[in-house]
């Protein structure tokens, strides 16, 4: 299999969590709201449409490789700060491994975001 076959493979795996989320707030954002102001976060409804936007389109624009580089890059930098928010119960099993997660995923984004989409996408990158 080619190299840039598996750069899109890597890509859409990588963006399903992304899109799948992104959409289950934008359906549900009140209660996405709710629970983002239960964990204290600022201005919770304006958050939660600002997670669920960036989830969903970050993951879009990754699947079809458009501006993939700033998407994987804030994407990242989203999975560090949600797993510090949201994942930094160390003492709780499934939390530790959730913040795990997240960090694992934010190393495949920043090495997404240094070599770039490859030649199947819509940037045509051939780095």
Avoid: C
């Amino acid at each position: 299999m080619s190299q840039n076959a598996l750069v899109l493979i890597g890509r859409i795996l990588i963006a399903v969590i992304f899109i799948v989320s992104g959409f289950g707030k934008i359906t549900n954002i009140g209660g996405t709201a709710g629970y983002f102001g239960s964990m204290g976060l600022p201005l919770p409804v304006v958050t939660a449409w600002i997670v669920a936007l960036l989830e969903l389109v970050g993951g879009l624009a990754i699947v079809v490789g458009f501006q993939t580089r700033i998407a994987a890059l804030l994407l990242a930098l989203f999975s560090v700060a949600s797993g510090l928010i949201a994942h930094f119960d160390f003492a709780d099993q499934m939390q530790s491994i959730m913040f795990m997660k997240n960090i694992s995923m934010a190393g495949g984004l920043l090495i997404l975001a240094a070599f770039g989409p490859g030649a199947f996408s819509l940037e045509r990158s051939k780095a």
